[in-house]
């Protein structure tokens, strides 16, 4: 049995009065105010049984208080246990906020919203209003948990993004269709590693960043942006085109240490404050290729290979190109 346990005679009567479950309404609804309010009832909310005073259920204004007021018909069985054809799972939950007026809500998603509707079903407004606040707090929880990464498909779509999003941004443009080579030897496993470091910063990163990623970019195949504040502070490009016997192939590269760097760069925008110069300027050392890096708003990157590469001993030499930006 549920709800607040006590006993049901009513003041006035002896424990062995059986009086007939009509009249025992009659005085419920004709009774005055203050002794009607410590008086107990019975409800059986969908076979779940229940003791409570008419002062609990009188406390606020809502379905309950009409229906114990005379203003709503109340159905009684045989045994003076008054009716409600509901699910009574939560019933002693709404008795408790009832008397209390608060309540330690449930833990999950499902039993909220089913508080929500009994709520909603009785008329009590402020509880219904904790229901829903309580469920905005969870999906707010939700999506802190889980790691989403958008997919943008058109540049608009990366523009409103950037415009609402005060978090640091990292972009992974990931598109094979731009290549109009074969790929050199390593390219496809560097491609594939690009994206698993991609995976990994996400989930290492969630919440401080936003992770993006592009497929629909029209010229690059694996390149790297950062963003902060909105704009562009640095990019890494991971492709360049070398030449073997009489034809030309795509070099895809894995600049693990710099793209490393550049993440934790961007974190410097946080806060939501243009870093200091010199930190970023510090933070900053040479570039892949032995240029040393600028300190522009947006410095561009591209990456060949170092040395010791095995691929520099088939594709190196003056006839090689490399893309710089």
Request: glycine share 8%; charged share 25%; net charge negative.
């Amino acid at each position: 049995m549920s709800g607040e346990a006590g006993i049901v005679t009513i003041p006035g009567q002896s424990s062995d009065d059986h009086s007939d479950p009509s009249e025992e309404a009659d005085m419920v609804t004709e009774a005055p105010s203050s002794s009607l309010n410590s008086r107990y009832v019975k409800l059986n909310v969908g076979g779940h049984l229940f003791y409570t005073t008419i002062g609990t259920l009188n406390k606020q204004d809502n379905m309950l208080r009409a229906m114990f007021s005379g203003r709503l018909e109340v159905l009684t069985d045989s045994e003076g246990w008054v009716l409600i054809d509901r699910n009574g799972k939560h019933f002693g939950a709404i008795l408790n906020y009832l008397r209390d007026g608060s309540l330690a809500m449930p833990t999950t998603h499902i039993e909220v919203e089913e508080l929500d509707r009994e709520a909603r079903y009785y008329l009590i407004e402020p509880l219904v209003q904790l229901c829903q606040s309580t469920l905005r707090v969870m999906k707010d929880d939700l999506y802190s948990e889980i790691c989403l990464v958008p997919l943008i498909t058109t540049m608009k779509e990366q523009q409103r993004l950037l415009s609402k999003i005060s978090k640091p941004v990292v972009k992974f443009l990931y598109n094979r269709q731009n290549n109009k080579y074969s790929y050199t030897a390593q390219s496809d496993d560097n491609l594939l590693r690009n994206v698993e470091l991609f995976d990994k910063l996400a989930l290492r990163f969630n919440g401080r960043i936003l992770f993006i990623k592009d497929i629909i970019g029209s010229v690059e195949i694996c390149c790297w942006s950062f963003y902060g504040l909105g704009h562009k502070v640095a990019e890494i490009c991971c492709t360049s085109i070398v030449y073997a016997t009489e034809k030309k192939q795509t070099k895809v590269e894995f600049p693990e240490a710099r793209i490393f760097e550049e993440t934790l760069n961007v974190m410097l925008y946080e806060n939501g404050k243009q870093p200091d110069p010199e930190l970023m300027q510090a933070t900053r050392g040479k570039v892949g290729c032995g240029q040393s890096r600028e300190t522009t708003s947006c410095h561009h990157v591209c990456y060949h290979g170092g040395a010791g590469d095995d691929e520099n001993d088939n594709f190196g030499g003056p006839g090689r190109q490399s893309r710089r930006h």
